[in-house]
């Protein structure tokens, strides 16, 4: 069946950086694009980035651009999300999904990402 396991959260400073990873099984990855998404407390869960099949095609919120990066390894069948210059805001859980561009069909466990000083 179809599985996403999410990995790298943590707690960090503001300023620091977080790589997540997000192994799937199940299916052939390679035909699906995927998407990150999070959850912070008291608020929708909310598409952060999304990356086409072959990587060629990314997107991003307004809220990340320019700090986080989408990648994917598809002979590893993982996505990964690169978090740069992180903010006390982006703590949230942190989803991996299939599917891009939504609406996705499969939501991983998530990984907690906890940033304060």
């Known amino acids: 069946q179809v599985q996403l396991v999410e990995s790298g959260g943590g707690l960090v400073q503001p300023g620091g950086s977080l790589r997540l990873s997000c192994a799937a099984s199940?299916?052939?990855?390679?035909?699906?694009?995927m998407s990150w998404y999070r959850q912070a407390p008291g608020k929708e869960r909310e598409l952060v980035a999304g990356i086409s099949r072959s990587g060629s095609t990314r997107s991003y919120s307004d809220s990340v651009k320019g700090r986080f990066t989408i990648s994917r390894d598809n002979a590893a069948n993982t996505v990964y999300l690169q978090m740069s210059s992180l903010k006390p805001e982006d703590t949230a859980v942190y989803y991996c999904?299939?599917?891009?561009?939504?609406?996705?069909?499969?939501w991983g466990q998530g990984t907690q990402v906890t940033v304060s000083s």
């Open positions: 199940g299916f052939t990855f390679s035909i699906y694009g």
């Open positions: 999904g299939r599917r891009w561009p939504p609406p996705n069909d499969y």
